[in-house]
């Protein structure tokens, strides 16, 4: 796939960070889920840097248990590096989603006993000035080509976890859960995205979720 302006720069952390994922799926991964979390895509100083969902450096190493060399992208935009573990800035969104995960969770074992976080799209894309691009704002004639190969990723996944549910984490995620997973029988639902750009999530995120899994039935 190619994307053109004002995209300028797509990071791919499933190839240059691949050791971290993989362990993160060979250790989280291995065998039946009830419930998946979906996220957009990879966030500049979380997944993108650590190749873990919502990878936040200091919980993905700390309480996840997960540390492993990362290499860099074919391109790479120099106000948007690849550091891996040694980058010192924190994800609000993935600080905010473990640190609420392992609060509940004495363990990752106990949270992944009956719960797998992914993201619909693995592609990090930003614009010259290193500004994040989501997969939402990309033009039609690059959207729906990515957007197809994104819900085959989402199917597979479901066919091998075999979830009960599957949460989006914010209103895309949950729309592309809706399309792709239509058909298969299993419930949706959503939780608001703990963005700092969402005014609500700064206000209380972790009692909104809370709240919003008591509605579905899975607080």
Not at 150 to 161: G, K, Y
Request: net charge positive; with cysteine; proline share 10%.
């Amino acid at each position: 796939m190619r994307f053109g302006p004002p995209v300028s720069h797509v990071y791919n952390p499933l190839e240059y960070a691949m050791r971290p994922h993989h362990a993160y799926l060979r250790r989280y991964a291995n065998g039946r889920r009830r419930v998946i979390f979906l996220g957009m895509n990879p966030g500049p100083f979380g997944m993108a840097q650590t190749g873990v969902p919502f990878g936040e450096v200091a919980h993905v190493r700390d309480w996840l248990k997960i540390e492993a060399p990362v290499g860099q992208p074919p391109q790479v935009n120099p106000k948007r590096p690849i550091l891996g573990f040694a980058c010192t800035r924190s994800e609000v969104s993935g600080a905010r989603l473990w640190g609420a995960v392992a609060d509940h969770f004495p363990r990752p074992e106990d949270f992944f006993r009956d719960h797998f976080v992914a993201n619909y799209c693995p592609l990090v894309f930003m614009e010259e000035s290193g500004r994040n691009c989501t997969p939402d704002k990309l033009p039609s004639s690059e959207r729906e080509p990515l957007f197809a190969a994104c819900d085959r990723f989402l199917a597979s996944l479901v066919r091998i976890l075999e979830p009960d549910w599957v949460i989006g984490v914010g209103a895309f995620a949950a729309r592309r859960a809706e399309a792709c997973l239509a058909k298969d029988s299993l419930q949706i639902g959503q939780i608001l995205h703990p963005s700092p750009a969402n005014p609500r999530a700064n206000r209380n995120w972790r009692g909104e979720v809370r709240d919003q899994l008591a509605a579905l039935g899975l607080c």
